[in-house]
Every structure is written in structure tokens, then in C-alpha cells.
Nanobody
Framework: QVQLVESGGRLVQAGASLRLSCVAY????????MGWFRQAPGKERDVVAR????????WYPDSVKGRFTISRDNAKNTVYLQMDSLKPDDTAIYYC??????????????????WGQGTQVTVSS
């Protein structure tokens, strides 16, 4: 049974930093692209970072580029999201997700077949 467990979300002030972690159980982590997504109340779930299965390639939307960094430790089955210079607009539930395919490109949200339960990040002004 695949399980993704996020942690690290909390209330912070604008300008602060946070690091989210996601530990994966029950899947060949080292062969799966991973992603971090977020969903604010009343909004769609959007990707904020993707990382290839090897860790060699990453992608970010313009909204977080230069502030967020995704990384992975395949030995620990863990993917991280370092978030710096947080803004109130970053407030959301953050989810990690794993590609449903082995060695896949995970090019769209539909590529991700396994999801964590989410962790709340709240940024106050």
C-alpha cells in the first residue's frame, strides 16, 4: 500500500522560511518523479514544484520560482520543499504526490497517481 506522509506546515509570518518533508512508503521511490502541489480555499490545486526521479531536473511555476526549491533524498524515500520569502498568497494546504509511472516524465497533474493527506501552511502579513 502506497502512503505519502507530509510534515512541516505551520503558521509563519511573511518573509519567513519553511521546509516541508514528504516520506513515501510502499513504492519504488527512486524511480518516480515527485511533485508538490497546493490548494487554497476556493481555488484549484496547482503544482508548485516537480522533480524528476533522478533529481537532475526540476520545474517551478513563475509564482514561486526563485523562492521555492524542491529536492529529494532517494536513500530516505523523502522529497523536500524549501520555501523562502513566504508571502500571504502562499497560504494553502500543500500536498506531495508521486508519478503513477516508473521513470515517467510527470508532465501534468494527471500523471500523479499517489497523494499525501496534505499539510497546512499559513502565512500571516
Amino acid at each position: 500500500q502506497v502512503q505519502l506522509v507530509e510534515s512541516g506546515g505551520r503558521l509563519v509570518q511573511a518573509g519567513a522560511s519553511l521546509r516541508l518533508s514528504c516520506v513515501a512508503y510502499g513504492l519504488p521511490f527512486g524511480s518516480r518523479a515527485m511533485g508538490w502541489f497546493r490548494q487554497a480555499p476556493g481555488k484549484e490545486r496547482d503544482v508548485v514544484a516537480r522533480i524528476s526521479w533522478s533529481g537532475a531536473s526540476t520545474w517551478y511555476p513563475d509564482s514561486v520560482k526563485g523562492r521555492f526549491t524542491i529536492s529529494r533524498d532517494n536513500a530516505k524515500n523523502t522529497v523536500y520543499l524549501q520555501m523562502d520569502s513566504l508571502k500571504p498568497d502562499d497560504t494553502a494546504i500543500y500536498y506531495c504526490a508521486a508519478d503513477r509511472e516508473t521513470y515517467g516524465a510527470a508532465s501534468s497533474i494527471s500523471s500523479f497517481g499517489y497523494w499525501g493527506q496534505g499539510t497546512q501552511v499559513t502565512v500571516s502579513s
